[in-house]
Nanobody, 122 residues
Framework: QVQLVESGGGLVQPGGSLRLACAGSGSSILRSLAMGWYRQAPGKQRELVASIAVPGNTQYADYAKGRFTISRDNTKNTVYLQMNSLKPDDTAAYYC???????????????WGQGTQVTVSS
């Protein structure tokens, strides 16, 4: 059973930076899964932040381009999200996910972490 545990959230001032980490465990299948970050703000739907395939191909939401960087360490089954130039609009719970196919997310077949809160406020 795949388990994902996020860390690195917290309170940061506008313009600041945070680095989120998501450590996966429980199954060797993790090495074959794409991984990504989603976020959900109060009253809003969960939305994609960034994703990274096993070979390292990345995808970003438009609001994340140029500010956020996703990376993964396959030897540690860990995915990172470096967030710079944070804005109050980035305030949300950030969730790590792992999946074989992107369609797994909509079909409820993806693995999810418990989330980590990011609050951007002065």
């Amino acid at each position: 059973q795949v388990q994902l545990v996020e860390s690195g959230g917290g309170l940061v001032q506008p313009g600041g930076s945070l680095r989120l980490a998501c450590a996966g465990s429980g199954s060797s299948i993790l090495r074959s899964l794409a991984m990504g970050w989603y976020r959900q703000a109060p009253g809003k739907q969960r939305e994609l932040v960034a994703s990274i395939a096993v070979p390292g191909n990345t995808q970003y939401a438009d609001y994340a381009k140029g500010r956020f960087t996703i990376s993964r360490d396959n030897t540690k089954n860990t995915v990172y999200l470096q967030m710079n130039s944070l804005k109050p609009d980035d305030t949300a719970a950030y969730y790590c996910t792992a999946y074989l196919l992107v369609s797994d997310i909509a079909r409820g077949r993806a693995y999810w972490g418990q989330g980590t809160q990011v609050t951007v406020s002065s």
